[in-house]
């Protein structure tokens, strides 16, 4: 189901020239981007969705992720180059824990957005969106002849199995390989071993994944990142970002499902999206796994929001 944003969401200080994020920000009422929309454009949908958190085990509460996110965002100050055109299409809401109807949506809407040269900013919601997310990207690269690059930062591979035939927050990765077997092209950095059993590292050798564990995930280790996404990026046309919360240190991201003391930082991260954005190849970003009902004082809210800003910041 599509749930249109209320307005009374983006409010901030006033000003009468564009100063903040609340005033840059047009709330549509359908999926769909007025026509006479020109220039550059940006689109964030929601997914209010944690029906695959709960199949993984997990705790409920990411659904309320989006409104979160974009209630921490709107008094934030605008800095982004061009003043694009932004548009907050809503969310796609997961209703009597029909997961798959509502990604059906959100690739459709995806795909659409690609098509129409819109850049897709996603707010989650459990992870299991990027199965939705993933799914209209490559559809839409495909029609381009094009490879599509999956960056994961993240805690976990994300490359479970169904469970009794059903996705869910811990397989999207793992759907999207199975889905399009010849054009599964995954990097995932700052995996922990601890929150990965030895299969889940032989299933990620046999899809011929990469991916960077959190030891050598680090700043002081950046020249080999850097070999890395380097060497990722260089066979691939396009990219896909999702940054999936719980990969940070709970240190700064205490609100999400599954918490680890040991993550990585803000700070390693922003490098990367940094990098990423540099590389011309991105072509939309999710970020994840906010759980508001664990958070401290709305700081994962923030750093999700941050996240966002910084991206589309140094992309546009």
Same mark, same amino acid.
């Given at each position: 189901?599509?749930?249109?944003?209320?307005?009374?969401?983006?409010?901030?200080?006033?000003?009468?020239?564009?100063?903040?994020?609340?005033?840059?920000?047009?709330?549509?009422?359908?999926?769909?981007?007025?026509?006479?929309?020109?220039?550059?454009?940006?689109?964030? @949908?929601?997914? /209010?969705?944690?029906? $695959?958190?709960?199949?993984?085990?997990?705790?409920? =509460?990411?659904?309320? +992720?989006? *409104?979160?996110?974009?209630?921490?965002?709107?008094?934030?100050?605008?800095?982004?180059?061009?003043?694009?055109?932004?548009?907050?299409?809503?969310?796609?809401?997961?209703?009597?824990?029909?997961?798959?109807?509502?990604?059906?949506?959100?690739?459709?809407?995806?795909?659409?957005?690609?098509?129409?040269?819109?850049?897709?900013?996603?707010?989650?919601?459990?992870?299991? @969106?990027?199965? /939705?997310?993933?799914? $209209?990207?490559?559809?839409?690269?495909?029609?381009? =002849?094009?490879?599509? +690059?999956? *960056?994961?930062?993240?805690?976990?591979?994300?490359?479970?199995?169904?469970?009794?035939?059903?996705?869910?927050?811990?397989?999207?990765?793992?759907?999207?390989?199975?889905?399009?077997?010849?054009?599964?092209?995954?990097?995932?950095?700052?995996?922990?071993?601890?929150?990965?059993?030895?299969?889940?590292?032989?299933?990620?050798?046999?899809?011929?994944?990469?991916?960077?564990?959190?030891?050598?995930f680090t700043l002081s280790n950046w020249e080999n990142i850097v070999l890395v996404l380097n060497d990722f990026c260089n066979s691939v046309n396009k990219i896909y970002l999702s940054i999936d919360l719980d990969g940070f240190s709970s240190a700064y991201a205490p609100g999400v499902s599954a918490p680890s003391p040991m993550g990585f930082s803000p700070e390693l991260a922003f490098k990367v999206f940094e990098w990423i954005a540099g590389s011309g190849k991105l072509i939309s970003v999710d970020?994840?796994?906010?759980?508001?009902?664990?958070?401290?004082?709305?700081?994962?809210?923030?750093?999700?929001?941050?996240?966002?800003?910084?991206?589309?910041?140094?992309?546009?």
């Amino acid at each position: 189901m599509h749930q249109p944003t209320p307005k009374s969401i983006w409010i901030g200080r006033s000003s009468e020239d564009l100063q903040y994020w609340h005033q840059a920000v047009r709330c549509l009422e359908e999926l769909k981007l007025p026509i006479e929309s020109k220039g550059r454009k940006v689109a964030m @949908l929601g997914y /209010a969705g944690d029906e $695959g958190v709960s199949r993984n085990q997990g705790r409920r =509460g990411a659904a309320n +992720g989006p *409104i979160a996110i974009r209630k921490m965002m709107a008094p934030m100050a605008f800095h982004l180059p061009n003043e694009p055109q932004i548009f907050d299409l809503g969310d796609i809401v997961t209703l009597d824990n029909n997961m798959e109807e509502s990604h059906d949506l959100i690739t459709e809407t995806v795909s659409e957005l690609l098509a129409d040269k819109v850049f897709p900013v996603l707010l989650g919601g459990g992870h299991d @969106l990027a199965f /939705a997310h993933g799914r $209209g990207i490559l559809n839409h690269v495909k029609t381009k =002849g094009e490879k599509l +690059g999956i *960056i994961n930062l993240d805690a976990h591979f994300d490359l479970r199995a169904l469970v009794n035939g059903q996705g869910h927050s811990g397989s999207p990765f793992f759907q999207l390989a199975k889905a399009y077997p010849s054009d599964f092209h995954y990097l995932c950095l700052g995996v922990q071993s601890a929150a990965n059993p030895s299969s889940l590292f032989n299933t990620a050798k046999q899809l011929k994944v990469n991916w960077m564990e959190m030891e050598d995930f680090t700043l002081s280790n950046w020249e080999n990142i850097v070999l890395v996404l380097n060497d990722f990026c260089n066979s691939v046309n396009k990219i896909y970002l999702s940054i999936d919360l719980d990969g940070f240190s709970s240190a700064y991201a205490p609100g999400v499902s599954a918490p680890s003391p040991m993550g990585f930082s803000p700070e390693l991260a922003f490098k990367v999206f940094e990098w990423i954005a540099g590389s011309g190849k991105l072509i939309s970003v999710d970020v994840v796994e906010l759980n508001p009902e664990y958070d401290q004082d709305n700081t994962t809210a923030r750093l999700a929001a941050r996240c966002v800003e910084f991206v589309l910041r140094k992309l546009l």
